[in-house]
């Protein structure tokens, strides 16, 4: 357990992703999950496994298990926060939103992101080999949102 040395992040930032880090939020198996993908970084050797239970459109639960370095760990840690009680069309736009954040993409307006405490990855931009590791557990819950095994939550592919 030691800061990631390839990333000086501002030290508030890097304060609550070392929180995360040590001290992940929801990484324990979910029983009743009705949705889970699994993903990999080798890039960097982080794994993730993302349980998922939707109900009515909505995450209910959301947990996960696995990590790596700090950033994949707290990354997921900090997503599973976010995520609890959204629908999927807002969980969806959240990442596209995070996306954008950590791969710097330009922006159109110069209104804050709106993504909270998931801003603390907004410094990720400057370090292009570290993105994978922030966007692992995200694209992860892509693929657990995608992979539908009830038919009733129609997940839309856009
Ligand atoms: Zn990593």
């Avoid at 993903?39 to 496994?49: A, F, W």
């Avoid at 999927?88 to 954008?100: C, P, Q, S, V, W």
């Avoid at 791969?103 to 603390?120: A, D, Q």
């Amino acid at each position: 357990m030691k800061p990631d040395p390839d990333v000086k992040l501002d030290d508030l930032y890097q304060d609550v992703i070392l929180d995360h880090y040590r001290r992940p939020r929801n990484r324990r198996e979910l029983a009743d999950a009705d949705r889970r993908a699994e993903g990999n970084n080798p890039l960097c050797g982080d794994h993730v496994t993302i349980f998922l239970k939707v109900e009515s459109g909505v995450v209910r639960e959301v947990t996960f298990q696995g990590g790596g370095c700090a950033i994949s760990t707290a990354s997921a840690s900090l997503m599973t926060e976010v995520l609890r009680g959204k629908t999927l069309d807002e969980a969806k736009a959240i990442f596209k939103r995070f996306h954008g954040l950590v791969t710097g993409e330009p922006r159109e307006t110069s209104e804050p992101h709106g993504l909270g405490k998931l801003e603390v990855f907004s410094g990720i931009c400057h370090y292009p080999a570290r993105v994978k590791c922030a966007t692992l557990a995200w694209h992860t819950l892509d693929a657990a949102l995608r992979d539908d095994r009830r038919p009733e939550d129609v997940v839309s592919t856009e």
